[in-house]
């Protein structure tokens, strides 16, 4: 069965370093894979998605995600964090459905808490 | 700008008070979604549909109905609600289940059953 896992509830950083956030996947065939990012009190934005091609994908806000096939991951990844970064990330993929309908499979999130 | 309108943002409603939650969209997409948002849960998909009339269970169907009469438009039914249904409450459309776009999401709809 496809899967998506977020194995951290919170990842702390502080501005102007780096950041990750990571996320595995479990998808039979080729993955179509999406991180979307929540404010407070809204709905989901759309960042970034991965379909075919580059594994280096390039989104919204200055982020990217690096797809691994190997390691089945695709993690979320930005140089240089911002506190208007802090936010619930969501990592989502596309499952394909009988009738060639398809459904995205969230993560159970990662809050970004940037610090001053 | 493209969109999709939730209703309401906060209910309040007492256990067994029938809630309709409308969601309209204005990108002329085929798909349409509802899913419940709760914390350490992620996402998780009550009802779909990929075209009027039609309408798919999710992963959690259970306590909920839906309708979509026309294309623009998707309502999820809670029937009689229960403090379990407690949640926030997403809508999201797709262009087509045919091409590997993502979703648009509106701005949710949170539910507190007393």
């Known amino acids: 069965a496809q899967s998506v896992a977020q194995p951290e509830d919170q990842v702390n950083v502080a501005e102007g370093n780096p950041l990750t956030v990571k996320c595995t996947y479990s998808v039979s065939g080729n993955p179509y894979l999406f991180w979307y990012v929540q404010y407070p009190n809204r709905g989901l934005q759309f960042l970034l998605k991965?379909?075919?091609?580059?594994?280096l994908v390039k989104g919204s806000y200055g982020f990217e995600a690096e797809f691994n096939k190997s390691q089945t991951s695709f993690h979320l990844k930005k140089p240089s964090a911002l506190v208007s970064d802090s936010a619930l990330y969501f990592c989502a993929v596309r499952s394909v459905l009988s009738g060639g309908y398809n459904k995205l499979i969230f993560g159970a999130g990662t809050r970004l808490a940037v610090h001053p | 700008d493209v969109k999709v309108t939730q209703s309401s943002r906060y209910l309040v409603k007492r256990t067994g008070e029938k809630v309709f939650l409308e969601c309209v969209q204005d990108m002329d997409h085929e798909n349409m979604f509802w899913y419940r948002q709760d914390p350490g849960l992620g996402l998780r998909l009550i009802y779909f549909?990929?075209?009027?009339?039609?309408?798919e269970k999710g992963d959690i169907p259970e306590g909920y109905s839906v309708s979509r009469e026309k294309k623009e438009r998707f309502s999820l039914i809670l029937e009689s609600t229960s403090t379990n249904q407690t949640s926030m409450y997403l809508c999201?459309?797709?262009?087509?289940?045919?091409?590997?776009?993502?979703?648009?999401f509106g701005s949710g709809t949170r539910l507190t059953v007393v």
């Open positions: 549909s990929y075209d009027v009339k039609m309408k």
């Open positions: 991965y379909i075919t091609g580059d594994n």
């Open positions: 999201a459309s797709s262009l087509s289940h045919r091409t590997g776009g993502g979703y648009t």
